[in-house]
C-alpha cells in the first residue's frame, strides 16, 4: 500500500535523473582535470569567481605601466598615445556616464571587463606576460585615473568585483533569443 | 606563364601516358579564324598539387576603406578585408576571396591541428576535451552560411558594392553541431549562455543564448570542401549562423557553459543605452544588394542585362526578392536561382531591357519570419528622426542599397 503510494513519486524521479544526467551517447573526447580547466580558464564573470589570488594598488600599477610601456602606445597618463585611450573624456558625469567616451575603465559595467581584457590582450604584441599582481596593479591603476577608485584602493579577488562602476545599470539588455524570432518585435525590417 | 608554346613533340608524347588522365591545356586551333588561347598553362607541381584561378581573372580583395574604424589603424594593422561582391557568381565566396575581420588582422595564430585541443566546460556535468580527430569521428553537417561584419554598411562616399557591402561572405561549412558536443557533456538544468574563446588577442566572443547554442550552432572544421583558411580560423571555428560575425569565434579552443549573461569585452563594445538599437544589433537583418550592374561597372550600351544580386537575412531563409528598375517607384519579383538556404547568401537575377535613359536600381528581400528589407527612409520614419546625410540606421544596417545608372552605361552609388 505505502508502496504503491510512492510509486508515482519514484516514477517522477527517475525520470527526473535521467532528464538532468544525460548520459554520453558517443563516449567520445578525453575528461580534463581540475587544474587543467583552472588553467584554461580566464574567463572572468561579473562575480568575479575565475579571479586568481593576487592583489595591487594604484601605485604599484603606475609602476608597471611604466615598465611594461604603456604609455609608449596609450600615452604616459592614459592619453595623447597613438592607442586607445584609457582615461575619460571631460563631459561625463554620474549621471551621464556614457559622455565620457567608449573608455574601458570607465564605461565598464563591471570591473572584471578591465582585468579580462589586459589579462587576455595587453600589451598588444605581448599578451600572456603580465603576472595577476601586475594586472590588479593596472586595473587599479586605470579605476584610479578615472575616479573610480581612490589612490588607497586595493584590488584583489574579493575587491575587485566589488568595485562601483558609474554605468552598472545605465545600459540596454540584450533581449532574450528564441528560435524564429524576429529582431524586434513590431518592426516590420 | 611565359612557357607560351610547349616542346610539341614531347606533348604528344605524353599525350600518351595522359591518355584517361590529366587534359593540360587545350589543342592548338587548325582553324586560323577561331579565337585561340593566348598560348598554355604548363602543368607545373605546384599547379597539379593546388590549382590556380587564370591570369586573366583579377578579383582581388581590398581593405576596408575607411569608415567608423580605419583598417589599416595607425599601427598599420589591416583587420577589415573586404570581399569583391561585384564579381561573385553563384553564392559560394571562394575561400581566397572571403572577407576577413579580425581585431589584429596581421597577427593569425599559426596553429599545429596534432596539437589542437576544444574544452568544454563550465556548467556541465562532464567536462570534455577533444582532438581535431576525436571532433571528425562525430556526426557531421555541412550547410551554407553567411557571416557578415556588424560594420558592413553603406555610405554615400563608397563606390562599388565591394566597399559597401564587402564585409559579408558565404560559405560551405563543416563540423559538428554544437549541441552534440553539449549534450555529450551534459548541460546543467537551466544554464543559459555560453562563452567561447580563440587562440588570439582578446580570444573571446560575445556571450551566447544557450537557445542559440542547441538550436544551430556548428563547431566548423571544413570551409567550402577542404579545410578552413587560417584567416577563417584554422583549425576550428565557431559558427552562429545569422548573428553577427564577431561571434563566430575562430581559432576555437574553449567553450563554457556559464549562469549568466558574461559581459565580455565584445559584449562590452556592443553596448547601447537604447533597447531598440540593442535587439537590432544582434541578428542580421533581411538584406539584398544588386551586385551587376553595381557602383564602378559600365553598361556598354542599351538592350538586355539580366540584374543579378544577393539576398540574405540572420532571420532564415530568404523567402522573396523585389527589384526595382525606377528608383523604388514600381517593384516587381526577381527570380531566386537555385534553393534559398536559411542564414545563406541567396542569388537572384531579374531581366531587363534597359532604354539607355538614366534611372535607378534597388532590390529587397522578405525573409521566412516576413521580416522585409527597408529603405533608409522606411526605417528614418519609423524612428521618427530626420532622414539627412548623416542618418544612420539603429542596430546592424540592412537598408536598401540604390544604384545610379547613368546614360552613358556608368554605376554609381546612389545614396545621398
Redesign the interface.
Known sequence: MRFLKLLPVLILMLMANSA???????G?????SAE??RA????I???GEELPPGSGTPEEGALVYQRKRCGGCHGPEGEGG??DRLVKRDGGSEADP?AWGRV?PI????A??VW??IN??MP??R?GTLTADEVYALTAYLLYINDVIGEDGVLDAQSLPQVEMPNRN???????????????QG??? | MDSKRPDRRRFLKGGAALAGGLTLGAVEPVVGQLPGPEGFIKGTDELIAYGERSRFVDSVRIAHPPGSRPSPD??GLVFHVAAPLQDSVGVITPSSLHFVGT?RGS?MPDIDPRKHRL?I?GMV??????TME?LK??PSVTRTHFIECAGNSSRSDRRTAQETHGMTSCAEWTGVPLS?LL????V??GAPWI?C?GTE????SSSI?M??AM?DCLVAYGMNGEDLRPQQGFPLRLMVPGFEGIFHTKYL??I?V?D??????ND?GH??????????G??I??KSLITFPSGGQELPGRGFYEISGLAWS???AISRVEVSTDGGRSWSDAEIKGSANRMAHTRFGFSWNWDGQETELQSRCTDE??????SRA??AE?FEVPLGPSFRVP?RD?SIQPWRVASDGSVHNAIS
Do not use: C
Open positions: 538532468l544526467a544525460q548520459s554520453p551517447t558517443y567520445v573526447g578525453r575528461t580534463p587543467e580547466i584554461w580558464d580566464i574567463s564573470s561579473p562575480t597613438r592607442a556614457w574601458l564605461r565598464a559595467p563591471y572584471t571587463v579580462d581584457y587576455r590582450g598588444l604584441n599578451e545605465t545600459f540596454a539588455r540584450v533581449p532574450d533569443w528564441e528560435p524564429g524570432m524576429p529582431r524586434l518592426y516590420p525590417y | 595607425e599601427f581585431t597577427f574544452m566546460h556535468d562532464r567536462p570534455l576535451t577533444f576525436e569521428r562525430l552534440v549534450e555529450e557533456a551534459g546543467k538544468d562563452v574563446e588577442e582578446v580570444k573571446g543564448p537557445a542559440k538550436e579552443r574553449r563554457k556559464v549568466r549573461y558574461y559581459m565580455t569585452y562590452y553596448l547601447t543605452q537604447d533597447p531598440d538599437t540593442a535587439a537590432l544582434y541578428q537583418g533581411p540572420g532571420g532564415g519570419l516576413g521580416q522585409v528589407q527597408p522606411q526605417v519609423f542596430g540592412n
